[in-house]
């Protein structure tokens, strides 16, 4: 079954300002094939996938298809309109028309059989923005299947969507490639890789590490390796000792949250930070969301500092719980006040119990302790949105620390902060501990996780599959076992 080139890209170049997205990358397509393409976080994948369906122009490089190749794109971000139907999303370019109206009905006649094929029960007319997110995704891939590519793209195609879905997809791209079609798939999945592909791609800073290579001739640590590079492993040494005679401030029993967590099992104990990892979905986030009382909890038995589960953020802040989220803009601050504003905003809450009001030159002067410890550039009285993104991380942190939280619950607390940032907030981090906090810490940032915690909870499938610690604790034992499910813990 030999199909021929479809796509040959060589020596392409990509700058964004002083950041090389792409630096001689390449990638050879050929007709009857699922090629995967995989890469941490940031190397140059999505930019890879611009450059090859047209949407960017590359520094340098060249780039040949054969003749009348059709390339049809699903981009990592969800690019339809909510407010329009289905019918209306799967023909933006040119829907059928009959005496200058649109043909609803030769429009659904096109698409039922698409449709089915994806395994999507939906009536066209329905608004799009009315059904689910993996059904909106479905929609998405069903759009470039009836442009009948020649070379279909899927960027990270899958994330949204549902076991069984992703099997549909699956039987979708198999019946395509028998058709003689060309697919590069990207994705974080390397399960999905070793079943579905038949060649992988693996980029690394914008490089290929390896190109191509047969799916038969790699596995799922080596593809990891490629991924990661020959970066020294460290793990971290570690002092600190956990609380093991005080009750743990953390517990979950049995903890089920429906569609995201099975059965999960864990407790935090003083004085140590625990991380949590896992793909996408896989339920690392939701089990950090039981603590801060942000999930739906089915089954099982939940204590946060002594009180039970906590059934709102607010309950779970009076447990003593500091919550740092990733979405800062959204969650954490209140960019138009100023910093003593935003320190003090949730240490109220937590210090309303005691009954004593502070003064303003108390927050301040408190405010003042707080981002001396964190170095933040910026005096009390600026107004936050004027700091720089690292400096108002900075300043989500001091938030919570005047709350003396004896639970801190980070997810991604350094994302886009640079490396000095980071450092510091690290350092804060094993402060906390030290003081006899609770940590538990999700990153999408291996090396962090590795770097900053006692152990690290693995999740695959909305279950707990293991537990990486000590000596094991590196960026590939974490990243092969978010795949696999493995490494039980030694
Ligand atoms: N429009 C842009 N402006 C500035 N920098 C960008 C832009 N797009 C990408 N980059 C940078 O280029 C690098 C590669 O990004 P790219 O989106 O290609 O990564 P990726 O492999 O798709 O990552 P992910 O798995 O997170 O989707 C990153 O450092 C990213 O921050
Ligand atoms: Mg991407």
Excluded at 316 to 338: C, H, N, Q
Excluded at 402 to 420: C, F, K, M, S, Y
Excluded at 444 to 471: I, K, Q, W
Aim: hydrophobic share 40%.
């Amino acid at each position: 079954m030999t199909y021929g080139d479809i796509l040959v890209a060589q020596n392409l170049v990509k700058s964004y300002g002083g950041t090389r997205a792409l630096d001689g990358a390449g990638i050879r397509l050929s007709g009857g094939e699922v090629h995967a393409l995989v890469g941490e976080n940031g190397a140059g994948k999505s930019t890879l996938v611009r450059i090859l369906s047209g949407s960017l122009t590359p520094d340098e490089g060249e780039m040949r298809t054969a003749e009348g190749t059709r390339i049809a794109t699903v981009s990592q971000e969800l690019s339809l309109f909510p407010d329009l139907s289905v019918r209306e999303n799967l023909f933006p370019h040119g829907p059928p028309r009959r005496l200058g109206l649109l043909d609803r009905a030769a429009m659904d006649r096109a698409a039922r059989p698409v449709l089915a094929e994806l395994g999507l029960e939906v009536d066209p007319g329905t608004e799009l923005g009315e059904l689910p997110l993996a059904d909106q995704q479905l929609t998405e891939i069903a759009r470039a299947l009836l442009r009948q590519p020649r070379l279909l793209v899927l960027d990270e195609p899958t994330s949204a969507l549902p076991a069984p879905a992703v099997e549909r997809l699956e039987r979708v791209l198999r019946t395509l490639t028998g058709r003689g079609i060309a697919v590069l798939y990207v994705t974080h999945f390397l399960e999905e890789v070793m079943r579905i592909a038949q060649r992988v791609t693996v980029l690394r800073d914008g490089r290929v590490a390896l190109a191509g290579a047969r799916r038969a001739d790699v596995d799922v640590p080596e593809l990891v390796t490629a991924m990661l590079g020959g970066r020294p492993e460290q793990p971290a040494r570690r002092t600190r000792a956990a609380a093991l005679d005080l009750p743990p401030p953390v517990v979950l029993s049995g903890v089920s949250v429906p569609g995201r967590l099975a059965d999960v099992t864990f407790t935090v104990r003083a004085g140590e930070v625990a991380g949590v990892a896992g793909l996408q979905g896989a339920g690392h986030l939701d089990a950090l969301a039981v603590v801060c009382g942000r999930a739906e909890v089915s089954a099982g038995r939940v204590d946060v500092g002594g009180r039970g589960r906590p059934r709102s953020l607010r309950a779970a802040v009076r447990a003593g719980v500091a919550f740092v989220p990733s979405d800062r803009k959204r969650y954490g601050l209140m960019l138009d006040r100023t910093v003593w504003e935003n320190t003090t905003s949730v240490s109220w809450l937590a210090l309303g119990r005691g009954g004593h009001m502070p003064s303003r030159s108390e927050l301040v002067g408190h405010t003042q302790d707080l981002t001396g410890r964190l170095r933040l550039r910026g005096g009390p009285y600026d107004p936050v949105a004027r700091l720089s993104g690292g400096n108002q991380q900075k300043v989500v942190f001091a938030k919570w620390l005047a709350t003396e939280p004896r639970i801190v619950v980070l997810d991604d607390p350094t994302r886009g902060v640079d490396v000095g940032v980071r450092a510091e907030m690290h350092r804060v981090v094993g402060e906390l501990a030290a003081g006899g906090a609770a940590v538990l810490l999700a990153s999408t940032d291996l090396a962090e996780l590795t770097e900053v915690c006692d152990r690290v909870l693995v999740f695959v499938r909305g279950r707990l599959a293991g537990e990486v610690h000590g000596e094991r604790l590196t960026e590939h034992a974490l990243a092969v076992a978010m795949q696999q499910g493995g490494s039980p813990s030694g």
